[in-house]
């Protein structure tokens, strides 16, 4: 003759029940919490990602490669700049025949190379970086191009002026000097400003 449930085991039986009923709502629960954790894991590690030593040295050759071209472009600069700056010298602009004529000499080869140096940086250079508004850019660039004209001046000013120093020679040496110093303001500002990422996003928003 089969035994009866003691009150003891009705007893232990209900939570029993009770914790088997309330298993897949709790399940249910906690679908979305692990959800919610998960997506915020992989958020945290995509940061990661792009804080990682990889991403940073990808910008440094993303850099370094920049550098590159605009020392390309910088060299056929160059080359235009010392020709038209040496066939002055030579002829209508010799410092023997007019006075200061090494400096007007350097500021009309100058402002020949800058045209020289928009079209290669622009197209070239800085080629992903361009903005949309391509007249503000041109007034930007050409304005760094002349303040890199004023330092790549202060050479040749000492060379000649404060030292007496007039020779081709001279002249020459004192004309690379300001060549690099040029160079190193433009490549920074032109980087930095005139193609700046950050504002080729917002003139492209702006459009």
Not at 38 to 53: F, G
Request: a neutral charge; charged letters at 15%; glycine letters at 10%.
């Amino acid at each position: 003759m089969p035994s009866s449930l003691r009150p003891q085991d009705a007893e232990h039986d209900i939570p029993q029940r009770n914790a088997a009923d309330a298993t897949p709502h709790t399940l249910g629960d906690e679908a979305p919490v692990s959800d919610f954790v998960s997506l915020v894991a992989a958020e945290e590690a995509q940061a990661d990602e792009q804080h990682s030593p990889i991403s940073r040295m990808d910008r440094l050759k993303a850099l370094a490669a920049q550098l590159v071209r605009f020392g390309l472009v910088g060299g056929i600069g160059f080359i235009v700049e010392t020709a038209v700056f040496n066939a002055l010298l030579f002829t209508v602009l010799a410092p023997t025949v007019v006075p200061g004529g090494e400096l007007w000499a350097k500021v009309i080869a100058t402002l020949i190379a800058i045209v020289t140096n928009w079209i290669g940086n622009r197209l070239w250079t800085f080629r992903h970086d361009r903005r949309s508004d391509r007249g503000r850019e041109g007034l930007e660039f050409f304005g760094v191009s002349l303040i890199g004209l004023v330092v790549g001046l202060i050479p040749i000013w000492v060379t000649g002026q404060l030292l007496g120093l007039t020779g081709p020679i001279a002249l020459n040496l004192a004309n690379i000097v300001g060549l690099g110093l040029g160079s190193i303001f433009r490549f920074v500002c032109y980087r930095w400003w005139v193609f700046s990422p950050h504002r080729h996003r917002q003139s492209d928003v702006a459009n």
